[in-house]
């Protein structure tokens, strides 16, 4: 494998690394948000942001190269600059709506959402429906011109803070359960909607029940056809499992660990000096390199026009399993000091205390976008063409 990037990549790497020391930090900020604001329109300007996105939604339409977007990823992370807003909105929805939505769903949406002037939160799963989400029983009646949708969703981050939701809803009863399911987006702020919050074990509220008791969302606001919700949505899980296993996220965790081995090393802590200490944090180095090769692989390979297949598929396991790794090593360097620490959210996250947040953190994201196990099962059914989970064949 040759690893070297190559003349071209070489210049798009300085080329971009001349831009971020003009341009970030800036050098007077009066008001950050504002700041930040200006700095993400310059660098779409210079086709570093939503690079897949048409200027007209708000993009900087460039064609697809996923080594030039690893080296903007690699070389923002390295100086903290801004980079493409996350959510479920900018990271799912919004792609979603350019391969499937309407011409007028694409306009009104896609720019407002990436921009961040309006939130979205993702309703699928519901009590009884998550790994089996194609169970889901809220259903959508169509009377006249709008959809009556009545049913509750569960799990759903950021409902508190969302203006829409994009939703699947069951509103073809009569249908085998994958094909019974549209895709609809509604508005949240109307009655009919009620937003419980849910407290995890981090302290923090970013999920929520959301209960819809007779909500309206006109006919048109559906992506896909009638009983193409399925579909529509498996657009949407893959951008979720690709933000969620992405490798230069376990990169940056992996290096607060090594910081927080160094640091418990100039404190003398003798679990540096275990022997079982130094041997883990040697094999996660391992495990991170062989997800960044991985990573490389399926860049060529996508460079290449082929379709980065296995390899494409092991990404978020892959990448929560390293990650649950270097949280429990964490755990054991933090030692009793994660005891007696509160929780924190994350606005406050200094120091030690934030690696109590990614312990517990490392569950959840090991189960959001299709828990470990499912993955395991799509490896094997769609890499593998092993026989199918007998659980999926009614
Ligand atoms: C951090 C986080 C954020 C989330 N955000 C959202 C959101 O915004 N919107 C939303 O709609 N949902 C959200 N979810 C819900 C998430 O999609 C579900 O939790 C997930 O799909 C699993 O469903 P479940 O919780 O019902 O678990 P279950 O489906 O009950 O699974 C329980 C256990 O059984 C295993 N299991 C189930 N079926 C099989 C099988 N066939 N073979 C082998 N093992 C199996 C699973 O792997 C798991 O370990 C979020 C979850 C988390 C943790």
């Given at each position: 494998?040759?690893?070297?990037?190559?003349?071209?990549?070489?210049a798009f790497?300085?080329?971009v690394?001349?831009f971020?020391?003009?341009?970030?930090?800036?050098?007077?900020i009066?008001d950050?948000?504002?700041?930040?604001?200006q700095?993400r329109?310059?660098?779409?300007?210079?086709?570093?942001?939503?690079?897949?996105?048409?200027?007209?939604?708000?993009?900087?339409e460039q064609?697809?190269?996923?080594?030039?977007?690893r080296?903007?990823?690699?070389?923002?992370?390295?100086?903290?600059?801004?980079?493409e807003?996350e959510?479920?909105?900018?990271?799912m929805?919004?792609p979603?709506?350019?391969g499937?939505?309407?011409?007028?769903?694409?306009?009104?949406?896609?720019?407002?959402?990436?921009?961040?002037?309006?939130?979205?939160?993702?309703?699928?799963?519901?009590?009884g429906?998550?790994?089996?989400?194609?169970?889901?029983?809220t259903?959508?009646?169509?009377?006249?011109?709008?959809?009556?949708?009545?049913?509750?969703?569960?799990?759903?981050?950021?409902?508190?803070r969302a203006?829409?939701?994009?939703?699947l809803?069951?509103t073809?009863?009569?249908?085998p359960?994958?094909?019974?399911?549209?895709?609809?987006l509604?508005?949240?702020?109307?009655?009919?909607?009620?937003?419980?919050?849910?407290?995890?074990m981090?302290?923090?509220?970013?999920?929520?029940?959301?209960?819809?008791?007779?909500?309206?969302?006109?006919?048109d606001?559906?992506?896909?056809?009638r009983?193409?919700?399925?579909?529509?949505?498996?657009?949407?899980l893959?951008?979720?499992?690709?933000?969620?296993?992405?490798?230069?996220?376990?990169?940056?965790?992996?290096?607060?660990?090594?910081?927080?081995?160094?640091?418990?090393?100039r404190?003398?802590d003798p679990a540096?000096q275990?022997?079982?200490?130094?041997?883990?944090?040697?094999?996660?180095?391992?495990?991170?390199?062989?997800?960044?090769?991985?990573?490389y692989r399926?860049?060529?390979?996508?460079?290449?026009?082929?379709?980065?297949?296995l390899?494409?598929?092991l990404?978020?396991?892959?990448?929560?399993?390293i990650?649950h790794?270097i949280?429990?090593?964490?755990?054991d360097?933090?030692?009793d000091?994660?005891?007696?620490?509160?929780p924190?959210?994350?606005?406050?996250?200094r120091?030690?205390?934030?690696w109590?947040?990614?312990?517990?953190?490392?569950?959840?994201?090991?189960i959001a976008?299709g828990?470990?196990?499912?993955?395991?099962?799509v490896?094997a059914?769609?890499?593998?063409?092993?026989?199918r989970d007998?659980?999926?064949?009614?």
């Amino acid at each position: 494998m040759d690893l070297e990037l190559g003349s071209e990549y070489e210049a798009f790497r300085t080329e971009v690394a001349a831009f971020l020391r003009l341009a970030w930090p800036p050098k007077h900020i009066q008001d950050l948000p504002s700041a930040v604001a200006q700095f993400r329109q310059a660098a779409i300007a210079r086709g570093y942001l939503y690079r897949g996105f048409p200027k007209r939604y708000g993009g900087s339409e460039q064609p697809a190269d996923p080594m030039r977007a690893r080296i903007i990823r690699e070389a923002f992370g390295r100086v903290s600059a801004p980079k493409e807003l996350e959510g479920p909105g900018v990271s799912m929805l919004a792609p979603t709506l350019l391969g499937r939505g309407a011409e007028w769903q694409k306009e009104r949406f896609i720019g407002p959402t990436l921009r961040g002037e309006i939130v979205w939160c993702q309703g699928y799963s519901e009590p009884g429906a998550g790994s089996d989400l194609a169970s889901l029983k809220t259903r959508g009646v169509l009377e006249g011109d709008e959809w009556v949708v009545t049913g509750q969703k569960l799990w759903t981050t950021m409902a508190h803070r969302a203006d829409f939701m994009f939703a699947l809803v069951r509103t073809e009863p009569e249908a085998p359960k994958h094909s019974g399911l549209s895709y609809l987006l509604i508005d949240m702020k109307q009655p009919g909607i009620t937003v419980r919050p849910l407290k995890q074990m981090t302290g923090e509220r970013e999920f929520n029940e959301v209960f819809l008791d007779g909500v309206r969302t006109p006919k048109d606001w559906i992506v896909g056809g009638r009983g193409e919700g399925w579909d529509v949505s498996r657009t949407t899980l893959k951008h979720e499992r690709d933000t969620v296993g992405g490798a230069t996220r376990t990169e940056a965790m992996f290096g607060r660990l090594v910081e927080l081995a160094r640091a418990a090393e100039r404190d003398g802590d003798p679990a540096l000096q275990r022997d079982d200490v130094r041997q883990e944090l040697a094999r996660i180095e391992a495990y991170v390199l062989a997800q960044r090769y991985s990573s490389y692989r399926q860049a060529s390979m996508e460079l290449a026009g082929a379709a980065p297949g296995l390899i494409g598929l092991l990404n978020k396991l892959n990448g929560t399993l390293i990650g649950h790794r270097i949280a429990n090593l964490a755990q054991d360097l933090i030692a009793d000091a994660g005891l007696s620490m509160p929780p924190v959210s994350r606005a406050e996250n200094r120091g030690p205390e934030k690696w109590v947040n990614q312990i517990m953190g490392s569950l959840g994201v090991a189960i959001a976008g299709g828990a470990s196990n499912i993955q395991r099962n799509v490896i094997a059914e769609r890499g593998l063409g092993l026989p199918r989970d007998a659980g999926d064949r009614a």
